[in-house]
């Protein structure tokens, strides 16, 4: 998808296994959502990054990109249900996928933070190991 959208899409992550307790399948829509929002968010040419890292906390995921971004007043309200910002109305969507996204952190005791990449949007997400949930 993203080569057909001309995005360069790059995951980077250490040599040592990463590992989150958890629902397999939300933990994978949680990925497939941000990625995919990346994507369909940014003009062809951009770039987004997928990196992971095991800190003595827990896992820390991130997904970047070099995109429009998301307008500063926006970011608090991007996780509430049909949210939309001003630069996403006219594009595909039904303001739920962060919404989601959301949802599968809290359920896994995970803490998600939006900021800006300049340019671009960055999302990062920490899995702190205590509070990991297995299924």
Known sequence: TAEDAGI???I???DEHLEVFGDKNLLTQLLSNLVENAIKHCPAGSKVLVSGENT????ILQITDD?????????DRIFHRFFRGEKSRNSPG???GLALVKAI??????????????P???FEIKFF????IST
């Not at 003595?56 to 896992?59: A, I, K, R, S, T």
């Not at 190991?129 to 990991?132: G, H, I, Q, R, S």
């Open 12 to 14: 980077k992550v250490p």
């Open 67 to 75: 995109g429009p971004g998301i307008e500063c007043r926006d970011q």
């Open 105 to 118: 952190c809290d359920l896994h005791g995970a803490e998600i933070i939006v900021s800006d990449n300049d």
């Open 129 to 132: 190991a205590m509070n990991a």
């Open 8 to 10: 360069e899409l790059t």
């Open 120 to 122: 671009g949007t960055a």
């Open 56 to 59: 003595p906390e827990g896992l």
């Open 94 to 96: 039904n303001g739920l």
